[in-house]
């Protein structure tokens, strides 16, 4: 599979910050991720960021084509698009 502006190995696990796809046992041991991560079924990223001027420009880029549940965090934003959970912000510590 091709991605425009993304190499597919990006997304393989374990990645920098947890990005992309994760297996199970990964995600257990990664530091307060959810059992019910939408990481685990390869529809969620982490994309980072430390400058809040940029965050802003990603989560409305991302917003305008759809996304809808975006994390924060200080080094990084969290999005997914997993139509079974609510659309939200929220911040990560």
């Known amino acids: 599979m091709d991605y ?8 393989d696990c374990p990645t920098q910050l947890g990005s992309g796809y994760r297996t199970p046992m990964y995600n257990t041991n990664h530091f307060m991720a959810s059992t019910t991560s939408t990481h685990l079924i390869g529809r969620a990223a982490h994309i980072e960021c430390v400058n809040a001027k940029k965050r802003l420009k990603i989560v409305e880029s991302l917003s305008m084509v759809g996304f809808k549940r975006f994390g924060l965090g ?6 997914d ?3 079974l959970k609510p ?3 929220w911040f990560l510590r």
């Open 81 to 83: 698009n997993d139509d």
């Open 4 to 11: 425009k502006y993304f190499l597919f190995d990006e997304f």
């Open 87 to 89: 659309n939200m912000i």
């Open 74 to 79: 200080s080094k990084y934003i969290h999005v």
